[in-house]
């Protein structure tokens, strides 16, 4: 079971950048990444996803061209670099793992505002706090 640990959340004001790092236990060529939050009170929705391949990434309506998914095969990492932060990015954000067999439809669920449910594998989250 492929295991995820998300890291580089933290405080930052309107403006400002983070960026988010999951790490794998395992070689990533098998698999597309998603990344998603969940807000206080709020259903977790999707974000972003990159392809196994690195070749094709995505993203939802509210974070494109703000933020921006890539990956580093030789670190098994992919990170998600955010900018341009607003108060309603503040969430618990994670990354998730499905297997390159179900194709890209997961990706596009994804950023459509899907939950992830498709996705088998899990991180722990990372807290974002945008916040003057």
């Known amino acids: 079971q492929l295991q995820l640990v998300e890291s580089g959340g933290g405080l930052v004001q309107p403006g400002g950048s983070l960026r988010l790092s999951c790490a794998a236990s395992?070689?990533?060529?098998?698999?597309?990444i998603g990344w998603f939050r969940q807000a206080p009170g709020k259903e977790r929705e999707g974000v972003s996803c990159i392809s196994s391949n690195h070749g094709s990434t995505y993203y939802t309506e509210s974070v494109k061209g703000r933020f921006t998914v890539s990956a580093d095969s030789a670190k098994n990492t992919v990170y998600l670099q955010m900018n341009s932060l607003k108060p309603e990015d503040t969430a618990v954000y994670y990354c998730?793992?499905?297997?390159?067999?179900?194709?890209?439809?997961?990706?596009?669920?994804?950023?459509?505002?899907?939950?992830?449910?498709?996705?088998?594998?899990w991180g722990q989250g990372t807290q974002v706090t945008v916040s003057s």
């Open positions: 998730a793992a499905i297997h390159k067999r179900n194709g890209l439809r997961p990706c596009l669920v994804t950023i459509a505002g899907g939950t992830g449910a498709a996705f088998s594998s």
């Open positions: 395992s070689t990533l060529d098998d698999y597309n």
